[in-house]
């Protein structure tokens, strides 16, 4: 497996969202299955995994600790704090919440689930307008200075916040969306990352499953699954926007690629400090995201797969008007 370095963490070249094994895009999935795909993931040279505790809320984070218990020296487990979730019972308040003493509590609730004493990278999961960033970073540095955090991370932070939390805790690496149909990180934040030494990791490299090529407009997705809620994946958006799926068909098609594999390769030529991390709940799609990483892309490929996305306006907002209001600019 290759690999990869986010700031001063060295991880895999590719790592493994697991937030969908327990929420988000529909019921919870086997947890013995989730298991097995986890470990079996190990076995293939991942050894970055991707939580947070509102995830279930608690259950995800209590997926990992089962399965990495015993690989823990293996691994790099990666979780995030910031919505307002009762650090007892789990219940989401709705909104966001990194007041330090929250903070402080989430973390020891996240240790204890996750079954370590130590948290490889830990992320703000969203920017708290109500606490100066300055501050969150102070109790991040806090922790790692206890020996609780290795590293610090933010999740989709605007640039003025990343530079505000840089200066009191360096940043080890931003995470928010980046894919082929979500470009926007390359106006003003790669740059800033790229300054200041930052590595990124991209949510949704695969336009939540869409550049999968496996969703169209005839696609029920379950009640439970957010995607119900996201304009992007509105029946008439996803059948405007498989003509972005037959450009990107055509290119794979001559790569001898899938079209997921195209869609992460792209990520990663992009630079070599983003580490993207597809979430999935197939063993099959494991071994094809890793197989990305022997897709070279040569100059006049990522122009010509480049050239195929700009030439199809997607259709959709990427999240409801709540949800980005939760967005830091």
């Known amino acids: 497996m290759k690999k990869r370095k986010l700031g001063g963490l060295e991880v895999s070249a590719i790592g493994l969202g697991c937030m969908g094994m327990s929420s988000n895009y529909g019921p919870p999935t086997d947890t013995a299955e989730m298991i097995r795909l986890i470990r079996d993931a190990v076995d293939r040279g991942i050894d970055f995994f991707d939580t947070a505790e509102t995830y279930g809320p608690f259950t995800n984070e209590s997926l990992l600790g089962e399965a990495l218990g015993p690989l823990r020296s293996q691994v790099k487990i990666a979780t995030k704090f910031g919505w ?50 300055e501050d969150v970073a102070g109790v991040v540095k806090d922790l790692i200075g206890e020996g609780k955090v290795g590293h610090f991370g933010l999740s989709e932070a605007g640039a003025k916040t990343i530079r505000k939390a840089h200066v009191v805790q360096p940043v080890t690496a931003l995470q928010s969306e980046y894919s082929l149909w979500w470009r926007e990180p390359e106006d003003v934040i790669l740059p800033t990352l790229e300054e200041l030494g930052i590595g990124f990791v991209p949510f949704s490299p695969l336009g939540k499953g869409f550049l999968a090529g496996t969703i169209d407009d005839n696609t029920k997705f379950d009640s ?106």
């Open 224 to 329: 439970s699954d957010f995607r119900n809620t996201q304009p992007r994946f509105a029946p008439d958006a996803r059948k405007t926007n498989q003509a972005l799926i037959l450009q990107l068909r055509e290119i794979a098609q001559q790569k001898g690629a899938t079209l997921a594999q195209i869609a992460l390769a792209w990520v990663l030529a992009k630079k070599e400090w983003i580490v993207p991390i597809p979430g999935t709940t197939k063993q099959h799609r494991v071994e094809e995201n890793i197989g990305s990483l022997d897709l070279a892309l040569s100059a006049d490929d990522l122009r010509s797969i480049e050239d195929a996305v700009s030439s199809v306006p997607v259709e959709g907002a990427r999240y409801s008007e709540k949800m980005q209001r939760t967005i830091d600019r």
């Open 84 to 133: 307002d979730v009762d650090p007892d019972t789990g219940v989401h308040h709705g909104g966001v919440n990194s007041k330090p003493a929250h903070i402080k509590r989430a973390v020891e609730g996240s240790l204890k689930r996750l079954k370590t004493d130590f948290i490889d990278l830990l992320y703000q999961h969203r920017v708290d307008p109500s606490v100066p960033i």
